[in-house]
């Protein structure tokens, strides 16, 4: 696997690529690889012939007090995972060669409705800046195929939405969440978790299925079974974000007629913000 740091190096080996005839899969990241990335370039490999992953820590999606100088920078570590994953191309650019002119001067990209609610809420211009940087990396992969962790389903959905509406020639393939053996999502932010925290993190994803059983059980309402899952949190010690029911196309609310519906909660357990979800189809 070769790595690379800039657009004209990422340009010539796309153009080989291209004039060979071969299907081109991209894994965007910010590294601190788990298995979870590593699943997305697995799959990636079931259907593209050279896959690109990058690695780029985005300033322009971190708010004021969020945690961007203390996110890890692990990228020798990141690079061994990915070579034996058999990525065949690991594109590491730096601020400056993303942002040339600055933060203050990039243009921006805003996918309006799906990216205001949740997460949108919670942090306000993170989704900003996912959809710039994506859009950006897009433009310089110029890609066949993306492939992006469920587990982020809001942030699917905003790049989904944003491809849709801006006519990008790029297939969104969203890959299913992987788990711990106790359930809790794979994610970079659980190493800031300390020992008994990891132990009760695994309650965002037993809510979860509470809930989607009570949802399915049709017994409670939407509201009760939401309520519920919030007291579930509280008590174990998470200060809670949100807990939302949600259509799975439009991550509006969900009424008592939707089929396709979506859990989504973020939570804190100390400054550790945790999210997770699960779909189900009602009957």
Known sequence: MNTIHTLNELRSIVKAQRAANRRIGFVPTMGNLHEGH???V???????????????VNPLQFGAHEDLDAYPRTLPQDSEKLA????????APSVSEMYPEGMDKQTRVIVPDVSELHCGTS????????ATVVTMLFNMVQPDRAFFGEKDYQQLAVIRKMARDLRLPIDIIGVPTVRETDGLAKSS?????????????VTVFKALQHA????KDNKLTLDSI???AQKTLAEAGFKNDYFNIVNSQTLKPATEN??????????????????????????
């Open 38 to 40: 590593i699943r997305l």
């Open 226 to 228: 939401t309520e519920q």
């Open 84 to 91: 034996a994953a058999k990525c065949n191309l690991l594109f």
């Open 258 to 283: 939707d089929k396709e519906v979506t859990l989504l909660v973020a939570a804190y357990l100390g400054s550790t913000r945790l999210i997770d979800n699960i779909s189900l189809t009602r009957e």
């Open 189 to 201: 932010r659980n190493g800031y978790l300390s020992e008994s925290q990891r132990q009760t993190a």
């Open 42 to 56: 697995e799959v990636a490999r079931e259907t593209c012939d050279f896959i690109i992953s990058s690695i780029f």
């Open 212 to 215: 989607a059983q009570a949802i």
């Open 123 to 130: 942090r306000p211009g993170h989704f900003e800046g996912v």
